[in-house]
């Protein structure tokens, strides 16, 4: 090394030494002019909500994702993107005062615990953060009390966790499609080029639309008494909660009736990958969930990621225990309607079929005589003697409700425009 590169290295570490010096004198200042004051994720999503919905502010965020619902005035399933503002740094004008909010990272990137708290900071003096905290509660609690009302249309699909082998992504929570809060950046989405309401255009499947046995007739009615039970529950300090097991073969139509469920009752319907989580994530998605009550908190196929309380897989990092404590332990959880769905009963442990947990097991029953004539009805909206065969025919009697349901679609297309279907 000559001479003067070492007296160039010399003066550039003299130089980084020097800036630190001087970042450490300016601290100083800033601390005393400067307020910072830190939350964790869940209480920080509560203040943005308050802060965007009541302050000025500019949404500057670069990150956008994006989602195929079905577009009402497209008439088909198409992409629409959200510029996504829940962990980007932002700026707002409080009552004319500024205060800036940015993601502080405690984990490495890509782990459940990637971005985990919040930071605020404001002019010492400007701001009274205790009366920001209060407001912000207050207009959760309004927004919260609004969608109970049910003035707005509250059914979507929160889905919370990532599957095994998509590469290690995080675990991530989706918009609720079909939700007046798609488009509203005080929810932390905001909806580029379409209107929140073109997300409402497919016609959902009711109660009265499916094709139920006895048996889960037996649950509808469980689910209504349990949502007309909500006073009464209050009244004698009673949890109101309910948890419903649906046991039986893929494509039976136990989803199928958790989201008719949810559609019947106006309620936001959240999908757990318990396999995509791991403790903390599954804790903060869970308690996430309970600021959205009434609400279906559904995990399907749990024979797929448990057998008894032994997980299935080596990369499944929930463990049995934490499911447990969530689904029914310290934390309250007012509101939920659990439905776990399976395809082998016999893998469900003891302690989540006790009540509190798992109050109602029902096996789900092929569809009988009366459920495929219905479907058949609905589908092909042909004369009653035509149904009648069908519904007779043995092999439309082997059928699955998803295989009935598929077979039927073609055939109506078919029958409306020939070969060319």
């Avoid at 004198?25 to 005393?32: C, D, K, Q, R, T």
């Avoid at 097991?245 to 139509?253: E, R, Y």
Wanted: charge should be neutral.
């Amino acid at each position: 090394m000559s001479i003067r590169e070492f007296e160039v290295l010399t003066l550039i570490a003299a130089a980084v030494a020097l800036w630190d010096q001087i970042r450490s004198w300016l601290a100083w200042p800033v601390g005393l002019l400067v307020v910072t004051r830190r939350t964790d994720s869940y209480s920080s999503g509560p203040v943005l909500s308050y802060l965007r919905a009541t302050a000025g502010w500019k949404p500057r965020s670069g990150y956008y994702s994006s989602e195929r619902p079905h577009l009402r005035p497209m008439g088909r399933p198409y992409r629409v993107w959200y510029e996504d503002l829940k962990e980007s740094p932002q700026r707002f004008w409080l009552r004319s005062r500024p205060i800036w909010y940015s993601p502080t990272e405690l984990g490495p990137p890509g782990s459940p615990r990637e971005t985990t708290r919040g930071e605020f900071s404001f002019i010492r003096g400007t701001i009274d953060w205790d009366r920001l905290l209060a407001d912000a509660a207050a207009h959760e609690d309004a927004r919260h009390v609004d969608l109970q009302e049910g003035s707005r249309h509250r059914f979507g699909v929160v889905h919370h966790g990532r599957q095994l082998g998509d590469g290690g992504s995080p675990p991530a929570q989706t918009a609720k499609a079909g939700r007046g809060e798609c488009g509203n950046p005080s929810y932390g989405l905001r909806l580029l080029h379409w209107q929140p309401s073109d997300l409402l255009g497919r016609p959902m499947l009711t109660i009265d639309d499916l094709s139920l046995g006895p048996e889960l007739k037996g649950v509808t009615n469980r689910v209504r008494n349990w949502i007309d039970s909500k006073e009464w529950c209050e009244e004698g300090g009673i949890p109101w909660r309910l948890g419903i097991c649906l046991a039986g073969a893929p494509g039976t139509g136990k989803t199928t009736l958790a989201r008719a469920l949810a559609v019947e009752h106006n309620m936001p319907i959240h999908v757990f990958d318990v396999a995509g989580l791991d403790n903390h994530s599954f804790r903060q998605a869970w308690v996430s969930m309970l600021t959205d009550v009434p609400c279906v908190a559904l995990i399907e196929d749990l024979h797929a990621v448990f057998d008894g309380d032994q997980p299935m897989h080596e990369r499944v990092e929930l463990s049995f225990v934490e499911l447990l404590n969530s689904i029914a332990g310290v934390q309250a959880s007012d509101g939920v309607l659990l439905i776990v769905t399976t395809n082998r009963p016999d893998t469900i442990d003891p302690a989540l079929r006790r009540r509190g947990r798992i109050d109602l097991f029902v096996e789900v029953p092929p569809l009988d005589r009366a459920g495929r004539a219905k479907m058949i009805r609905r589908i092909l909206r042909g004369g009653a003697e035509a149904d009648d065969a069908i519904a007779d025919d043995p092999a439309v009697v082997a059928m699955t409700p998803a295989d009935l349901q598929e077979h039927l679609v073609r055939t109506a297309l078919a029958r409306r425009f020939g070969d060319d279907a």
